[in-house]
């Protein structure tokens, strides 16, 4: 057997099982990172996610009233020729839901992504004002 093929085939080994292994025990895929806070200025709930590397249309948003996801997949790059020493980055599909404690209005919110790092702006919905009288009704339908 010719020493550069063996050569060869040892690095390509060494990529697989690399790969292999750092998928299994790197903790289930990539995770972007989230900080979350009201600025009581604009009166806003600002959430931004860590998204490194990704590209803007391999993002989704969703916001419900209190609940705001955020989707997609970093892809791992593999390119014929390149052998990996080690693989220490996180890639694959990933789901984040950030609960809100307040009501938010999906209709104006904004979201802004630049330089790895998604930024949505969410604006508190008018909270109903006092209490609401509720009809008792009996069985019977007496009242």
Not at 24 to 42: I, K, M, V, W
Not at 89 to 112: C, H, K, Q, S
Request: glycine share 8%; aromatic share 8%; hydrophobic share 40%.
């Amino acid at each position: 057997m010719d020493v550069e093929k063996l050569h060869n085939e040892v690095l390509r080994a060494f990529n697989d099982s690399c790969v292999i292994a750092t998928r299994q025990f790197s903790g289930g895929g990539f995770r972007p990172l989230a900080d979350a806070y009201f600025e009581e200025d604009t009166r806003e709930i600002v959430v931004r996610f860590d998204l490194p590397g990704m590209a803007m249309e391999d993002i989704e948003l969703l916001v419900d009233r209190r609940e705001l996801v955020v989707r997609g997949e970093r892809a791992f790059q593999t390119r014929e020729g390149r052998i990996y020493q080690q693989v220490e980055m996180d890639y694959g599909p990933f789901e984040r839901r950030v609960r809100l404690m307040v009501d938010v209005d999906p209709e104006v919110t904004t979201a802004i992504y630049e330089a790895g790092i998604l930024e949505v702006r969410l604006i508190l919905t008018p909270q109903e004002k006092g209490a609401r009288k509720i009809d008792i009704t009996t069985g019977g339908g007496e009242q």
